[in-house]
């Protein structure tokens, strides 16, 4: 047996006792653990419980600030800026959510740059919230130096994720991925799984393919389309690190280790009332399109699975790796 088999609640509750005992504030420990239970019950493991020992790691070394405070600075009617004080991302978004669905609501689009912020998770989790309001959202955000512009060999851009998330009936549309074949916490998940990555996702310091976790990790990553993937990742850059004034992927530090200075990174949330800006024919549009979808034969909306995953995590719990279960347990004490 090589895992263990925790409920929401349980996970939650030492993961939020593991980043207290670290040196985060408790209010932002809730957050926190919050998010990457989250991720976790849907089944998003490399932005779930994988990430709590790098975190508490971060903070004890005050790579982090786990007792920051995130300030709202207000900028037009339809923009803020939101210092994330060298901390954790969530707080920030929690404080940045409310405005844009006010601003939204108000102006009819809004947005957020977010700075001095760290990793933030699943980027369609913004969206989705917004979308719970009847908010059509967009979300870009920058990450350390992972990847190589097309016809270069030098990681310059980030695996830099995109999402988007849109009101429906049931279920909010959500579209969310990285620029990369996969997500690099995928690769940190594995690392400490101790499984292999299939073929196809990084490249090991040599510049040539691996399915070794830690060898790609120390490698770069694939861009998802080649050319078309990495010029994806360039408009990330400039929609998240360039507008938000934060740091570049290769200006940034590493999120996996304790060592080093902030990472200093970036995410930029757009919230538009769409409802006011299709003269009141978004939704009905909507339901058109998702009709079409479901009329094809194995075709299906994005969003569903997430609900699918939360739903089977609160009945049958979190199938958590004993190394992993165990490393948190020792952080709690």
């Not at 409310?98 to 939204?104: G, I, N, Q, T």
């Not at 980030?158 to 959500?174: H, M, S, V, W």
């Not at 934060?246 to 949330?269: K, R, T």
Request: hydrophobic share 45%.
């Amino acid at each position: 047996m090589d895992s263990i088999t925790m409920s929401i609640d349980e996970a939650l509750a030492l993961c939020q006792k593991a980043l207290v005992a670290s040196g985060t504030e408790e209010k932002n420990a809730q957050l926190v653990a919050g998010a990457l239970l989250r991720a976790e019950a849907e089944g998003q493991k490399g932005h779930g419980l994988s990430r709590v020992p790098s975190y508490c790691a971060q903070v004890r070394t005050g790579k982090v600030n786990g007792r920051a405070v995130p300030v709202v600075e207000d900028i037009k009617p339809g923009l803020v800026r939101v210092d994330a004080g060298f901390g954790f991302a969530y707080p920030a978004i929690e404080l940045a959510l409310p405005e844009l669905a006010a601003r939204a609501k108000t102006v009819g689009i809004a947005a957020a740059a977010i700075y001095h912020s760290h990793h933030f998770g699943v980027a369609g989790h913004p969206c989705e919230d917004l979308a719970q309001k009847d908010l059509l959202a967009f979300v870009y955000g920058n990450t350390p130096s992972a990847l190589a512009p097309a016809g270069a060999k030098k990681k310059v851009l980030g695996t830099n994720p995109i999402a988007f998330g849109a009101p429906q009936a049931g279920a909010p549309l959500i579209i969310d991925f990285a620029v990369s074949t996969v997500a690099r916490g995928k690769i940190m998940a594995a690392k400490q799984a101790g499984k292999n990555i299939p073929e196809g996702w990084a490249l090991g310091p040599n510049g040539k393919p691996t399915t070794d976790a830690d060898e790609a990790l120390r490698g770069s990553m694939v861009p998802i389309g080649g050319v078309k993937g990495a010029a994806l990742a360039l408009l990330v850059e400039v929609m998240s690190a360039c507008l938000a004034g934060a740091a570049l992927g290769v200006e940034a530090s590493s999120l996996f280790d304790p060592d080093g200075a902030p990472p200093n990174l970036g995410q930029v949330i757009l919230a538009i009332d769409a409802e006011a800006l299709s003269g009141g024919h978004f939704s009905p549009r909507l339901v058109d399109l998702a009709a079409v979808y479901n009329s094809i034969e194995g075709a299906r909306f994005p969003g569903l699975k997430r609900l699918q995953n939360r739903r089977k995590a609160e009945e049958d719990g979190l199938s958590v790796p004993i190394a992993l279960a165990g490393e948190i347990m020792k952080l709690a004490t």
